[in-house]
């Protein structure tokens, strides 16, 4: 079987580095959070790198770390939720591997990311507000890249995951056969 990298995209608190995790675990590929390996390169958390550089400066660390990691395969990679907002990365994503959007309702996303201190984006007065008006900019960017859209707001994670793999390993099987 053709093996390439699986990598989630979708807002903040869709659950990409737990599925992510579970991901790995299953099929055997290392598993790689691009905000995390921005932090270790960096040395700094994503909140100081904002507060520093601002969010063009952590876009362009971001760009950089995911071009980095992408050349690694087959892995699993959980992407931050803004790594699909420059258009190479756009295409770079795309090119290196199965992207799979964990589609999750914005009342979700809010609970789930409600106690987090380390998303600089939602450290204001109304997050809930700030979420949505994310998902309506990215959301047409996440289906436009996407191979695959799963919802993770229904879902639990184990069966978010048991159906990423099912569709992954037809979508390998497919390419093989018109090889
Ligand atoms: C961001 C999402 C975060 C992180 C940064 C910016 C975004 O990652 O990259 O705070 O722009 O949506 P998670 O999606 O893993 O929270």
Do not use: H, W
Not at 69 to 86: E, F, K, M, V, W
């Amino acid at each position: 079987m053709t093996e390439t990298s699986i990598i989630l995209i979708g807002p903040m608190g869709s659950g990409k580095s737990t599925i992510g995790r579970l991901l790995a675990k299953e099929l055997g590929y290392p598993f790689y959070d691009s905000d995390k390996e921005i932090e270790a390169k960096t040395g700094a958390n994503i909140s100081t790198i904002f507060e520093y550089e601002g969010e063009a400066g952590f876009r362009l660390r971001e760009a950089e770390i995911l071009d980095t990691i992408t050349r690694i395969s087959p892995i699993i990679l959980a992407t931050g939720g803004g790594a699909i907002l420059l258009p190479e990365n756009q295409i770079m994503l795309k090119a290196r591997g199965y992207v799979v959007y964990l589609q999750c309702s914005v009342d979700k996303q809010f609970e789930r990311t409600q106690k987090d201190s380390n998303r600089p984006l939602l450290l204001i007065p109304n997050p809930k507000e700030k979420l949505r008006e994310i998902f309506l900019f990215r959301a047409p960017i996440y289906k436009k890249i996407a191979d695959f859209t799963i919802d993770t707001g229904l879902n639990s994670s184990k069966t978010a995951s048991k159906q990423i793999i099912q569709e992954y390993l037809r979508s390998r099987t497919s390419i093989d056969e018109n090889c």
